[in-house]
């Protein structure tokens, strides 16, 4: 059973390669920034009209940017082979996707943690009261973006066009958390916010559902 | 060959049965008038296609657990010819919704359900035109196939869900359940000659796969030798 | 070198296909590698080298045929033999330090006292005064040391070596062929290709021909070993 100790050696080379150079980090937030400053400007929502748009509108931006985030976490490894030396080393090759995604998962959080207030300003929508639902939804959602891209970055990373490639295999793939995660959010913006349980616990079964079929299948999608 | 020609044949035989019965023996919708009839179309289409993305499903698993290239064919043969199914019903609801809702598309649940779907199965079609090595593309295109299928009820249900929030002005009802006998009787007797046609293309689109494996193989050994 | 903390391994190949596609890059191959033997793989490129190399690492399952590690002392069931792999690439991160880069590898193949372990391979490969600096800042010659103290990081019995000289200079080849040499006089069995003859072919025990995916030539004896060795080259 060495997959979590694995799992947690590989996530803390993920993490350190990543904060020594925050590359991927700054890169993502000045490109979420970028599309929700374009968004104001061309539709300039009133408070009300930012309420029903905002949330679909910052989880479109979030699943683009992670379609261009997710494109690197396994070119980096193919650049000098080194995703043949994890396989020779790790005992169960499913450790290599865990840290992976748990990796992603954390980048789109801190992402999402960064814009979230710049969003309410923006958009003049608060979300201080409700900020422990937005984090829960936040969290299943991009945990679920993550498991999904993880996944499927390991596909692109394998054939040409990558770039487009990515997005094209994700974003249908992901249907379902764009459209129950707006949702979510929408609930929670509200001038009289409200938890939708129901949304919530169908983020939750997206996650497992994905966990277990990347669990099961994840090791081929690593082979050579 | 002539079992060939007898078996598509027989299927062009049911499938002409199947639209006589569509025109002639199901009665005229009282609301809807002649237009109601493409749902013997739809409908059965929506099923058919289904039933082969399923089929792709089961080969997609068998190819990633024994790893043999018939897998392979088989999976990509039914994952096409799903699409083309599908297709249908993307192409036939709008003819049916234009008269009777007054519009070409509406994001219904079940339009967009179907659309996603649709995108999926184009999105595994792209895949595989993107891997040139044959291994790797039936490995990598099988678990992407695998993926998507169990997505198929996530995406029902999730836009089911949401639909429920903002209801539509418009929707049809559940199929089958309003339905006059006779008209559910050729709604299925429609859906069976579906069947027959889904088997026979299938089947023609493996052969074809079989020969294009049969023919890489045999240009590389030329190459070799 | 530590004193050897295994038992002598022997590969066992048999009638191994594999295929890309069409193209079969090896044809069924058979081949028994004796514990403690030093094998020299040669041949041109896309003869099926690599492609064997790749397999006895277990990183690419044949088309056909079977791989087995013998181990007359352990039970290949429970602790299977793990090679040290030397591949093309370096098979290390760029973005991280050398100590950083083997101790991350020491961690993930779990082996007792990591940090020590790296301490004595940097020493040993003679990177003790870079460990803190950037693998990508490194030479060509200064990686390939890296790489290949990867490799040994959890004292493999098998060592599988893919033209470990690329890239080095004279003095670096001089270095790796008293590397090889020591390893293989403890009793590990290596498996190796290479281009041409050098330092390092002469240190080979058996030399193997590859061509078209089948072994064409197999010899220990000293008058053969050399024609082996440069046959298509000549």
């Known amino acids: 059973m060495s997959l979590f100790p694995n799992a947690l050696v590989l996530l803390g080379k993920e993490l350190r390669t990543e904060f020594r150079s925050r590359e991927l980090l700054t890169t993502t937030v000045v490109f979420i920034l970028i599309v929700m400053f374009m968004f104001s400007i061309t ?81 003049n929508v608060s979300v201080v009261r409700v900020v422990h639902w937005l984090a829960l939804a936040f969290f299943l959602g991009s945990l679920g973006i993550s498991i999904v891209g993880t996944a499927l970055s390991a596909i692109s990373a394998q054939a040409r066009m990558r770039e487009l490639l990515l997005p094209v295999l994700m974003l249908p793939l992901l249907t379902p958390i764009l459209i129950v995660s707006t949702e979510v959010t ?39 | ?17 199947a639209v006589y019965a569509s025109f002639f023996i199901a009665p005229t919708d009282v609301k809807q008038g002649l237009i109601y009839r493409i749902l013997f179309l739809h409908v059965p289409s929506a099923w058919t296609g289904l039933t082969a993305f399923f089929i792709s499903f089961l080969a997609n698993l068998l190819y990633v657990w024994r790893r043999q290239p018939r897998w392979d064919w088989l999976g990509v043969s039914a994952a096409e010819v799903g699409l083309a199914f599908t297709t249908v019903v993307l192409v036939t609801g709008p003819i049916w919704a234009h008269p009777v809702w007054g519009i070409w598309w509406t994001w219904s649940p079940r339009l967009t359900s179907t659309f996603v779907l649709w995108l999926l199965y184009v999105a595994y079609v792209v895949l595989r035109t993107l891997i040139e090595e044959p291994d ?40 089958g359940a309003g339905l006059d006998p006779i008209m559910y009787k050729v709604l299925l007797f429609s859906w069976l000659a579906m069947l027959a046609l889904m088997t026979l293309l299938i089947r023609q689109r493996y052969r074809l796969e079989a020969m294009r494996g049969d023919l890489e193989t045999m240009q590389q050994e030329l190459e070799v030798a | 070198m530590t004193p050897p903390a295994f038992s002598p391994v022997a590969l066992r190949f048999e009638n191994i296909d594999k295929r890309y596609g069409g193209l079969l890059a090896l044809r069924g191959v058979s081949l028994t ?27 690419v399952r044949p088309s056909r045929g079977s791989l087995s590690f013998s181990n007359s002392s352990c039970d290949d069931e429970k602790s299977p033999v793990r090679p040290g792999f030397v591949a093309h690439a370096t098979m290390v991160y760029d973005e991280l330090t050398a100590e950083e880069n083997l101790l991350l590898f020491a961690r993930l193949q779990t082996v007792s006292r990591p940090e020590r372990r790296v301490e004595a391979l940097l020493e040993e490969v003679g990177l003790s005064d ?71 072919s002469s240190l080979g025990t058996r030399a193997i021909r590859l061509d078209a995916g089948s072994v064409v030539a197999d010899t220990r004896t000293g008058a053969t070993f050399r024609s082996v060795l440069t046959f298509a080259d000549a």
């Open chain 1, 43 to 123: 539709f300039q929502p009133t408070s009300d009209e930012s309420r029903q748009i905002g949330p679909g509108l910052l989880w479109l931006a979030f699943l683009f940017a992670a379609s261009l985030m997710l494109q690197h976490c396994f070119l980096r490894e193919q650049h000098n082979d080194t995703l043949s030396a994890l396989r020779l080393s790790v005992s169960d090759p499913f450790a290599i996707l865990l840290a992976k995604l748990a990796a992603n998962t954390l980048f789109l959080l801190l992402t999402e943690l960064f814009l979230l207030p710049i969003f309410a300003l923006m958009y």
């Open chain 1, 186 to 224: 929408k609930a929670l913006f509200d001038r009289a916010p409200y938890v939708r349980w129901q949304g919530i616990g169908f983020l939750a079964v997206f996650d497992v559902v994905f966990l277990t079929a990347l669990w099961l299948f994840g090791e081929y999608l690593l082979e050579e």
């Open chain 2, 1 to 17: 060959m002539m079992k060939n020609i007898l078996a598509a044949a027989a299927v062009f035989l049911l499938l002409g049965v």
């Open chain 2, 136 to 175: 790797r593309r039936a490995l990598l295109s099988a678990l992407f196939g695998i993926f998507a299928f169990i997505d198929v009820p996530l995406v029902f249900g999730s836009i089911r869900w949401w639909r429920d929030q903002h209801p539509q002005p418009v929707v049809m009802g559940e199929p």
């Open chain 3, 33 to 59: 590698v004796a514990p403690g033997e030093c094998a020299v793989f040669a041949g041109r490129n896309g003869s099926g080298k690599t492609t064997l190399l790749r397999i006895a690492a277990r990183l």
């Open chain 3, 130 to 200: 870079r460990r803190a600096s950037l693998v990508g800042t490194f030479s060509r010659g200064m990686r390939q040391r890296v790489a290949i103290a990867r490799a040994l990081l959890h004292e493999p019995a098998v060592l599988l070596l893919d033209e470990p000289a690329t890239g080095l200079d004279p003095p670096g080849v001089a270095w790796l062929a008293e590397a090889i040499r020591r390893l293989r006089d403890s009793g590990r069995t290596i498996l190796m290709s290479l281009h041409g003859e050098s330092e390092i």
